[in-house]
């Protein structure tokens, strides 16, 4: 897998000719986000080692866009590793992502940039024993690690047509033997999967699967592919299994067709044979809904909303639904190796909800589910699918990781986020100079909002608040916040770039020294004054823009945030929706007792916390005759779960 705009509560700045204008200020309160409630059902799932094995990876994250990144060359590439996401990983990160609760850890790599050469398809030592270090680190946490070939499905390696079939065996095969051999000592924590999302790349049916009956030579073509990917499979099972040490009984996960569950499902599937007993898992992809989860903003169906009513939970439920009966019920396990939701104008309480449902719907069913994660948060900066800020090692959606945790069955750190009363003080736009400036009537401090606007083509771009002149120890340094993407774009101080000024441009010296760009960080937070530079553009075609020609800074919001006493957060874990007499369950007893009280609650009275238990209602605060209707929905199976939407 490959935009954050926080919604504004003041009117736009006034564009300023001059320094001199009106500071306006602004104070408002963040909203609490509801970590939801639900009970669903448990399906019967076999007493197998297969299954007890899923059941301990339990939830999972993965490290995107980081060492499946590609671009050109052969060789070592080691600068791939942050070429897209922008930062080398830290053991730091991995720890809170254990801390967070994920017991698995998915590590993509791509291969192609780093073997010697297309007839020579020896991997780069430095590439392979940096993809070991940070294997290393997910172990040394007890993590279980998902490692796998990954953007290497292309024409010139690995393609599941006839044609290229040859040349994708041989491709298959000598990654697998290499890194089975380097990873053999390695026990069952370390999962191999064969392939990413293998598909027939740049078809019309690259991401899908055409019926006969609507275009049968795309039909032909793709169940072609989907029989190659089993031959695929199968060369990469063989080349692991005969690597020998533990990987003779090492978990493998396989994919169908484009990693979706229709491929893996497909008539024309099977599981490769294996001289390992019940050792094979179905690998899936799915974001779904669709439009909720991954269809772009730009998309007239796609949709910021997610709550708890059936119409936004039934493509979930049809997918769990149709991995159980065909896997699980037949001792076949699965694991959800993509799944999420992307950021769209920080819809966090809807992604706080399918968050919790996702995960909920699967653990039901033992079917562990690892989150995308490429470290893009902005949803005008791409597919916006991160939750971990790792330039902090921080949680950027605290409340999300809370709803995926609370029925994964894991220990985990993370608490609800703090509330905040937010003070926004619009800077003054001179925008008469080389470059933009914004003035504020204070220092600035760590948090800004910018609203660029985006003109023609650019899809992608970025550039930097800069400071000239900032003194430190009596070296002159310019220094430059690093800021991307369009439209309210949050800048949080987190990266900077910095220049030891000498006597002439050419002799200005780039600062390395981490206690030095500290102590300029610090420095510039104090400053009321900066300047707004584009550096760089793409347009939707890939290619690159001058980016002062695409941009225009219409202002900027310097944002406040003072703490406040938080509050008792809604959907604590005590709450038992639907139990009114208080014995743990959900059943007809409670329905008889909520419709007495609702009669004559002065003599039928129940307690705070069976008040707190009937409202089952999202969106509604009392406690009304459709709350026990809500109940005895749930206790017949009408619905499967509680609370429900009011519009439910």
Known sequence: MLRKRIASTVTALTMALGLAGQFSTVASSTPSIVIPELSIAKKEIPDTDAMNFTKKMAIGWNLGNTFDATGTGFGDNMGLESSWCGIKTTKAMIDKVKEGGFETIRIPVSWHNHVVSKT???????????????????????????????????????????????????????????????????????????????????????????????????????????????KLNQSAVDAIRAAGGKNANRYIMVPGYCAGPEGIMHEAFTMPSDTAVNKIIASVHAYRPYFFALA???????????????????????????????????????????????????????RTNFATYYIAAAKARNIPCVWWDNNVT???????????????????????????????????????P??????????????????PKLTFPEAIGSKLELDIEAIGSVTGIMG????????????????????????????????????????????NVSVEDEAVLAELLKLVQNEKTFEFQPWWGMNASGEFETPRDHVKLNGATLIKETLVEPSNPTGSSDVIYGDINGDGTVSIEDV?????????PDVYTISEKAQANAKVITGQNSIQGNCAVAIQDYVVQKIKTLPIALTQ
């Not at 949680?395 to 609370?406: H, Q």
């Not at 703090?418 to 470059?435: A, C």
């Open 120 to 230: 020579d398809l020896t991997v780069s030592e430095a590439w392979m024993n940096r993809v070991q270090e940070v294997v290393d680190y997910a172990v040394d946490n007890d993590m279980y690690v998902i490692l796998n070939i990954h953007h290497d499905n292309e024409l010139n390696w690995l393609y599941p047509s006839d044609e290229k079939m040859e040349f994708s065996t041989e491709y298959v095969t000598a990654i697998w033997q290499q890194v089975a051999e380097k990873f053999k000592n390695y026990d069952e924590h370390l999962v191999f999967e064969t392939l990413n999302e293998p598909r027939l790349v740049g078809d019309e049916f690259e991401w899908w699967i055409p019926d006969a009956s609507y275009n049968a030579a795309g039909n032909a073509r793709v169940v072609n592919a989907i029989k190659n990917i089993c």
């Open 296 to 350: 772009e903003l730009t998309d007239p169906q796609s949709t910021p909303n997610f709550t708890l009513n059936s119409k936004d939970t039934k493509e979930i439920d049809d997918l769990m639904d149709s991995l159980y009966n065909h896997f699980i019920k037949n001792n076949v396990p699965v694991v959800i190796g993509e799944f999420g939701a992307r950021n769209k104008e920080e819809n966090t309480q809807a």
């Open 378 to 416: 902005n949803p005008t900066a791409g597919e916006a699918f991160g939750i971990l800020n790792r330039a902090k090692a921080e949680w950027a959606y605290p409340t999300v990781v809370m709803g995926l945790m609370k029925y994964a069955g894991t220990n985990s750190t993370v608490v609800l």
């Open 418 to 435: 703090p509330e905040f009363k937010t003070e926004r003080i619009e800077g003054v736009l001179n925008d008469t100079g080389s470059w």
């Open 464 to 507: 930097g608040l800069c400071f000239n002149g900032i003194m430190l120890d009596g070296v002159s340094y310019w220094v430059g916040v690093h800021w991307f993407g369009y439209g309210k774009v949050v800048v949080d101080f987190s990266e900077i770039t910095a220049l030891k000024m000498g006597a002439t441009y050419g002799a």
């Open 592 to 600: 008889v007792m909520l419709r007495l009280y609702l009669l004559k």
